[in-house]
């Protein structure tokens, strides 16, 4: 049932067994409406979307009242909805911003910019699937509401499986502390070879600054390499600057740029620009990799990312 910048009085109904593709399985409530609705059933409604029973959008808010028997959801004119547990499998929260009378939603890449992360984390049980510049395919995933894990590879045309780097990350986020939100974590790519395997990695922390919207980060990190049973850590950090800005609900602009220490003229290095066209459950970064010192075409640069239910 979908009331859409119009006033019906809704009374006595059952809503219940319906699906909807995309928001709102049992009511979907959209663009100022202001319904009147007294006396209904929500249950076993379904949606490939938000909201499986009732879904509130664009100045349909709702203050939601949680108690042992269920929740009550009261609209900005007043209107009570109640929903008994029973007939409620999750509660999720979504993030949205209202942005010149626009809804815009939050970009669910919000934990990464290009390659480098930020000090977001990826939310408890949500995971996603990542493709970086169409050889590095990786799992991503949140546990609890501050550790974030990441396990991929290397892949290249007509390299051997025996061969392949195998990449792992983990990610603490700390809780906001002022303007800033802080991480740290560390990366570790193994090399696998038949007579002596070695490995790289990147010890890190980030500081970041702004929403979930548009963001900047800073991020500062040691080097580190494994021959066999040595351990050798880099002298000076790398430093790293990042960040998003959001341009709609569905486009932002990320950059990423990575120094290393005693680099003669850091201008030659080059910096990746991207458009992120962002979806509920697909993004897409297409870029590339710009410098002075480049000729011709830049690097292209493609990512695409599937968030998972």
Same mark, same amino acid.
């Given at each position: 049932m979908m009331v859409n910048g119009s006033s019906p009085t809704l009374m006595d109904l059952e809503v219940i067994n319906n699906f909807a593709e995309n928001h709102g399985g049992g009511i979907s409530a959209q663009d100022g409406c202001s319904p009147l609705i007294h006396n209904i059933t929500v249950r076993d409604n379904h949606t490939n979307g938000n909201g499986g029973g009732i879904y509130l959008h664009n100045h349909c808010n709702a203050v939601i009242e949680?108690?042992? +028997?269920?929740?009550?959801?009261?609209?900005?004119?007043?209107?009570? +909805?109640?929903?008994?547990?029973?007939?409620?499998?999750?509660?999720?929260? +979504?993030?949205?911003?209202?942005?010149?009378?626009?809804?815009?939603?939050?970009?669910?890449?919000?934990?990464?910019?290009? =390659?480098?992360?930020?000090?977001?984390? +990826?939310?408890?049980?949500?995971?996603?699937?990542?493709?970086?510049?169409? =050889?590095?395919?990786?799992?991503?995933?949140? =546990?609890?509401?501050?550790?974030?894990?990441?396990?991929?590879?290397?892949? =290249?045309?007509?390299?051997?499986?025996?061969?392949?780097?195998?990449?792992?990350?983990?990610?603490?986020?700390l809780p906001q502390v002022g303007p800033a939100r802080l991480a740290t974590g560390m990366m570790y790519v193994n090399f696998p070879q038949e007579d002596n395997a070695f490995g790289l990695g990147f010890v890190f922390g980030t500081a970041t600054f702004g929403d979930r919207f548009t963001h900047f980060s800073t991020t500062l990190g040691w080097g580190y390499g494994r021959y066999e049973d040595d351990w050798n850590f880099m002298d000076k950090p790398i430093l790293v600057l990042s960040g998003n800005k959001r341009i709609s609900n569905s486009f932002a602009i990320v950059a990423e740029y990575w120094l290393p220490p005693e680099v003669d003229d850091p201008s030659n290095l080059p910096i990746a620009i991207s458009g992120r066209f962002i979806g509920r459950r697909i993004a897409v970064d297409v870029g590339g990799f710009f410098s002075k010192s480049m000729e011709g075409i830049p690097l292209p640069l493609i990512n695409f990312t599937y968030h998972m239910k």
């Open positions: 949680e108690s042992d +028997i269920g929740y009550r959801l009261k609209t900005q004119d007043g209107i009570v +909805i109640s929903v008994p547990l029973a007939s409620i499998k999750r509660v999720s929260k +979504i993030e949205t911003a209202e942005v010149d009378g626009q809804v815009w939603r939050a970009d669910p890449n919000k934990s990464m910019y290009l =390659f480098a992360p930020s000090a977001f984390p +990826i939310e408890k049980h949500k995971a996603y699937c990542r493709d970086f510049c169409l =050889f590095f395919p990786s799992y991503n995933r949140g =546990f609890g509401n501050n550790f974030s894990f990441q396990a991929g590879a290397f892949v =290249f045309p007509g390299m051997p499986l025996d061969q392949v780097p195998i990449v792992l990350s983990g990610k603490f986020s």
